[in-house]
């Protein structure tokens, strides 16, 4: 809705705008009533006519079905407070430990009431919430670890760690469908935009960079997966000293990048591409040097060097978004 209006003034100097009648009846406006004047960043006043009402929270029914954790997941990204999964007779023993799964792999969602045919889960994280900047900058200091750890197990062939490299993008996972969450309410909520210094624009750009983010983690765990099937080869001295100084390069890419976006700045992108030569030049004396290794290996070391080259894309993505 759009309306034009001609801004007035009182003889004591007082500014005022008529609020359209139609608005204020459907927001049960009267004589009298308060409502509450934010300025935005960008100079825009903000009327909110609920600013003294505590918010009603948000309700959805699922039946049970075959995508029932997506349908979960997608309703807990949507900024949905309650969760209820209702069934006709009764839910099996299957689908609950499906619930309770995807429940756990979600930040402050948790089962709330159970009955024989319907579970309710509830986030039990309320506004405010934290800033979006803290869970991208602690997501971010897990994946570049991650990309340490699960070049270290492969190299040394660390079983343990490259399971606990596997077991740490659980809750890499649960930060980012949290940030997801936060930045969907934050557009929803101009509000609230304000209050935690993010714009809209910021919030497709965190939205992009998490996704990026996510994706290092996915490379670092299918990386230590490889690990595990191994089987007790080891590594020449060549090939350990070559796969260390992709994953140098590759981990300095990844913080560059990282630190470019917060500043924005645009040198340290370009630094993070023109490691792009210097990448490819690492690569190849892999690849040659793997062709000397065992039948049994090759594959495997070929492997890990392309998980390592996904990582630094990914970089190459998040340093692409400051330009």
Same mark, same amino acid.
């Given at each position: 809705?759009?309306?034009?209006r001609?801004?007035q003034?009182?003889?004591?100097?007082?500014?005022?705008?008529?609020?359209?009648?139609?608005?204020a009846?459907?927001?049960?406006?009267?004589?009298?009533?308060?409502?509450?004047?934010?300025?935005?960043g960008?100079?825009?006043?903000?009327?909110?006519?609920?600013?003294?009402?505590?918010p009603?929270p948000?309700?959805?029914?699922?039946?049970?079905?075959?995508?029932?954790?997506?349908?979960?997941?997608?309703?807990?990204?949507?900024?949905?407070?309650?969760?209820?999964?209702?069934?006709?007779?009764r839910?099996?023993?299957?689908?609950?430990?499906?619930?309770?799964?995807?429940a756990n792999?979600l930040?402050g969602?948790?089962?709330?009431?159970?009955?024989?045919?319907m579970m309710?889960?509830?986030?039990?994280?309320?506004?405010?919430?934290?800033s979006?900047?803290?869970?991208?900058q602690?997501?971010?200091?897990?994946a570049?670890?991650?990309?340490?750890? =699960?070049?270290? +197990? /492969?190299? *040394?062939? %660390?079983?343990? #760690? @490259?399971?606990? &490299?596997i077991?740490r993008?659980?809750?890499?996972?649960?930060?980012?469908?949290?940030?997801?969450?936060?930045?969907?309410?934050?557009?929803?909520?101009?509000?609230?935009?304000?209050?935690?210094?993010?714009?809209?624009?910021?919030?497709?750009?965190?939205?992009?960079?998490?996704?990026?983010?996510?994706?290092?983690?996915?490379?670092c765990?299918?990386?230590?997966s490889?690990?595990?099937?191994l089987?007790?080869?080891?590594?020449?001295?060549?090939?350990?000293?070559?796969?260390?100084?992709?994953?140098?390069?590759?981990?300095?890419?990844?913080?560059? =990048?990282?630190k +470019? /976006?917060? *500043?924005? %700045?645009i040198? #340290? @992108?370009?630094n &993070?591409?023109?490691?792009?030569?210097?990448?490819?030049?690492?690569?190849?004396?892999?690849?040659?040097?793997?062709?000397?290794?065992?039948?049994?290996?090759?594959p495997?070391?070929?492997?890990?060097?392309?998980?390592l080259?996904?990582?630094?894309?990914?970089?190459?993505?998040m340093?692409?978004?400051?330009?």
């Amino acid at each position: 809705m759009s309306d034009t209006r001609k801004v007035q003034q009182t003889p004591t100097g007082t500014f005022f705008v008529c609020l359209p009648r139609d608005w204020a009846k459907e927001h049960g406006l009267l004589k009298g009533s308060q409502v509450n004047l934010e300025v935005t960043g960008d100079g825009k006043l903000f009327i909110d006519t609920q600013f003294n009402v505590e918010p009603v929270p948000k309700e959805a029914s699922l039946k049970v079905g075959p995508y029932l954790s997506r349908e979960i997941v997608g309703r807990y990204l949507l900024g949905y407070d309650i969760i209820r999964v209702e069934a006709k007779e009764r839910i099996d023993s299957n689908v609950r430990n499906l619930i309770k799964s995807t429940a756990n792999s979600l930040a402050g969602l948790m089962i709330v009431e159970e009955t024989t045919s319907m579970m309710t889960l509830q986030c039990l994280m309320q506004q405010p919430f934290t800033s979006p900047t803290k869970i991208l900058q602690r997501n971010q200091a897990s994946a570049a670890q991650m990309i340490r750890d =699960a070049a270290t +197990s /492969f190299i *040394s062939l %660390d079983i343990d #760690l @490259a399971k606990n &490299v596997i077991e740490r993008d659980v809750e890499n996972n649960k930060f980012y469908f949290l940030l997801v969450r936060i930045l969907r309410t934050i557009l929803q909520n101009p509000r609230l935009s304000e209050k935690l210094s993010i714009t809209p624009i910021e919030c497709l750009d965190y939205r992009l960079i998490a996704g990026f983010i996510e994706g290092i983690g996915d490379a670092c765990v299918q990386m230590a997966s490889n690990t595990l099937t191994l089987d007790g080869a080891k590594l020449s001295e060549e090939l350990r000293k070559l796969l260390l100084e992709l994953e140098s390069t590759c981990c300095e890419a990844n913080e560059q =990048a990282f630190k +470019s /976006f917060l *500043s924005r %700045d645009i040198s #340290l @992108a370009e630094n &993070v591409r023109n490691l792009r030569a210097k990448i490819e030049e690492t690569c190849s004396r892999l690849e040659g040097a793997a062709k000397e290794a065992s039948v049994d290996l090759m594959p495997q070391v070929l492997a890990s060097v392309s998980f390592l080259r996904q990582i630094y894309e990914r970089s190459v993505d998040m340093a692409d978004l400051v330009v």
